[in-house]
């Protein structure tokens, strides 16, 4: 008897169990609406973490957020191809040399549009990846290219304090190729041209030397202040003091490099810090800003890399495609997701707390506050086709094969033939 | 009704595999087809038609020949090496100094490269090669290269390494399908061609080529097609630099499509090389209904 009573009420509590449910999914049934999210990001976080963003997303709004995971090496093509074949996600994460091109073709949605109808403050955005006059995506967190340093070799060499200037960074790497090490690296690997931007632009951007003039046109040829970085440059490879196989160097070999103690100094991202401190426990890192040139006294440039968000034009709920992005500007969210990816946020309300994290990390955040995040590479036309073809000019000009002038002026004509198209 | 099933049956077992070859070949061949007589495909949402101007923008591009100037040498160099190859070691584990108990363990050894998939052969040269390498220790060891060579950035190099890669992780299958073919040569020809006083070398040229004939034109037909066509060990060793230096007709297409958009040019460059490939194809397919008959 009394079993039969525990099985009634077990039943009547399924029963009432599946009720709720049932209210749950018809709440969500109401919402009616599935955002589809092609991105690396889940892939590079801890595991769930994303995971637990969308989750928490669904419960306060009944809006569900279904993730497309794939590696940042594959999430170019995928977009691609769904937008080819019209099933391309409502959402996508995109990369600052993708956004020109993929504006142009139509396969994001200007988001200006969508913005002003929404009405949504937008000084809450710390910046905006515009093309054509319009915004197309929306940078979430920011990952600033400070300077790697080995202190420990620095320290072997007798290099008391990091070099800030040019010169005292061509005598540090004298010092240290005399010691036995290699100074620096760039890599230069064409099937991942991102060092052509992070590394070799990065440190040219760090004293304002930038391909650009002060009206916004490439003005490569004749541009003295990028000769000189190049001869200068060259000079350093000439001496030995660059990683030698640039061209086929990618940036986890570059990476691997350092994290062994091969290398006393790389421009890399800061998110790297994580994968240092696990895979190189006992590796004495110091950070710096990238040497400036002698004598000069302007805002650095800093290199920044972006995740950035951008929303389909095939999309068929851009507003509420456009109310996920808002919710990840949200301060706690956006501040939690850049502590715990090593970076900057995105949104002027978040005030992350790094206490916790990298003890390296604070130094890097000071260091990107003190100058201008700046990426040209960002919302630049054809920027995947121009890199490659920058870094096959810059190996051959690395080589000897090629003087300053012609160097710049290839360069040149390749960004005007892009530009022309 | 039972005449229609009956005739209607052996069209019932190969519509799986039609259907299959329809979907993943021919659809994709003509779509690839159509592409290129389009001003731009994919991401363009109402392409034009423009006639052959795609394959004469791609005949016109020096980086489509600089391409084709690196397939060349990469796909001669490999298939005979690893015919060269395959062949000595076929004819090594064929001969009589090895035991039965060495010619297994060889085999395995032998057959290693090409068990592993390409992502593994790029990470264990690109490894090997890298300045100050294993490789670079031992040749400078033997004062044949100094310690700092650049094998996979150094543009005079670049192209050799990446073929010699090739050819490392290519020539089991010579040797595996040669093997085979020298174990089916009747050892009467042999005895019989020594009884006559011929030496080893006109017994291997009037006797083992010529019984291999076969074999050796349809393998060297499928390595023809498969190195043409070679794109992952490249394009994780070197991307197809330094400058270009590496850059075959794959990895060519491949940039055109993926890092440029331009879907019609690498469309028509694509079909260029399916061209190729059907002479290659109509070659090998008579040359079996040759050796058939």
New interface residues.
């Given amino acids: 008897m009394m079993k039969r009573r525990n099985v009634s009420i077990s039943l009547a509590a399924m029963a009432f169990g599946a009720l709720l449910c049932g209210v749950n999914v018809n709440a969500a049934d109401d919402a009616g609406v599935t955002l589809e999210w092609q991105q690396w990001w889940a892939v590079e976080c801890p595991e769930g973490y994303v995971q637990a963003i969308c989750d928490r997303y669904y419960e306060e709004t009944g809006v569900k957020v279904e993730l497309l995971s794939a590696p940042f090496a594959d999430t ?2 995928a977009i ?1 191809s769904g ?2 074949t019209g099933t391309v996600a409502d959402i996508v994460s995109v990369d600052g040399s993708w956004v020109y ?1 993929f504006a142009d ?3 994001l949605t200007n988001i200006s549009t969508l913005l002003d109808a929404d009405g949504f403050d937008q000084s809450v955005f710390m910046s905006q990846w515009r093309a054509m006059d319009s915004t197309y995506a929306l940078p979430v967190i920011n990952f600033p290219y400070p300077m790697f340093v080995n202190l420990d070799i620095l320290e072997a060499c007798g290099i008391k304090e990091v070099p800030k200037t040019w010169s005292e960074f061509e005598e540090a790497c004298k010092k240290i190729t005399e010691n036995g090490y290699y100074a620096y690296a760039i890599n ?5 041209p991102s060092g052509i931007q992070n590394v070799w632009s990065g440190f040219a951007w760090a004293s304002d030397i930038t391909m650009l003039n002060e009206e916004g046109k490439y003005a490569i040829a004749g541009n003295a202040e990028l000769a000189e970085y190049a001869e200068y440059m060259k000079n350093l490879n000439d001496q030995g003091y660059i ?7 990618t940036e986890a ?1 570059m990476t691997s490099k350092f994290a062994s103690g091969e290398l006393a100094f790389i421009i890399n991202s800061a998110a790297v810090l994580t994968s240092f401190r696990q895979e190189a426990p006992d590796l004495n890192i110091g950070v710096c800003a990238i040497p400036v040139k002698d004598g000069f006294e302007g805002t650095s440039k800093n290199c920044t890399a972006n995740w950035a968000l951008g929303i389909t034009e095939n999309s068929e709920n851009k507003e509420e495609a456009l109310k996920f992005i808002e919710y990840l500007f949200n301060a706690d969210i956006n501040a939690d997701l850049a502590v715990t990816q090593s970076a900057i946020p995105g949104s002027t309300l978040a005030e992350p707390d790094y206490s916790g994290g990298d003890p390296v990390f604070p130094d890097i955040y000071e260091m990107y506050m003190a100058g201008t995040p700046y990426n040209e590479f960002t919302g630049m036309k ?1 920027a ?2 121009f890199m ?1 073809e920058y ?2 000019e810059v ?2 000009y690395m ?1 000897g094969d090629t003087d300053t002038e012609e160097f710049l002026q290839n360069v040149q004509e390749i960004r005007d033939e892009l530009d022309a198209q | 009704m039972r005449k229609v099933k009956k005739a209607a049956t052996p069209y019932l077992f190969l519509a799986p595999t039609i259907i299959l070859m329809v979907v993943l070949l021919v659809i994709p061949i003509c779509m690839i087809f159509q592409y290129s007589f389009l001003n731009n495909a ?4 109402s392409p034009e038609i423009v006639g052959f101007k795609n394959y004469s923008k791609i005949l016109g591009d020096k980086d489509f020949w600089n391409a084709v100037r690196n397939t060349i040498f990469f796909v001669l160099v490999s298939v005979a090496a690893h015919m060269g190859l395959g062949m000595g070691f076929a004819m090594l584990l064929n001969s009589s100094y090895f035991t039965r108990k060495t010619k297994t363990i060889a085999r395995v050894i032998y057959v290693l490269p090409w068990m592993f998939t390409a992502s593994v052969i790029a990470i264990l040269w ?1 490894l090997m090669l ?2 100050q390498g294993i490789v670079d220790y031992l040749l400078a060891f033997v004062h044949l290269a100094t310690k ?1 060579t ?1 094998w ?2 150094e ?1 005079s190099v ?1 192209l050799y390494t990446i073929t010699f890669v090739n050819i490392w992780c290519g020539y089991p299958f010579y040797m595996i399908s040669l093997l085979a073919g020298l174990q089916g040569i009747s050892s009467d020809l042999y005895e019989c061609s020594a009884l006559d006083g011929a030496a080893s070398g006109q017994q291997f040229l009037h006797i083992t080529v010529p019984q291999l004939k076969p074999i050796i034109i349809s393998i060297s037909m499928l390595d023809f097609v498969w190195s043409i066509q070679s794109f992952a060990v490249i ?10 230096k590496t850059e075959t007709l794959s990895i060519f297409i491949y ?1 055109l499509a ?4 331009k879907y019609a040019l690498a469309s028509a460059a694509s079909v260029i090389v399916l061209i190729i490939c059907i002479i290659a194809a109509v070659f090998y397919v008579r040359q079996q209904k040759k050796a058939r008959d």
């Fill in positions: 170019k093509t691609v937008a080819t091109d073709q139509g396969i230069l690997d064409s099937s991942s990683y030698p196989g640039m061209s086929s160097l070999d054809s995947n086709e490659p870094i096959d190996v051959t080589d | 994919i991401v363009e949402k690109k890298q300045p700092d650049q996979l950035s543009r670049a394009w994780m060793m070197t991307g197809g630099g330094p400058a270009k940039k993926f890092n440029s958009s």
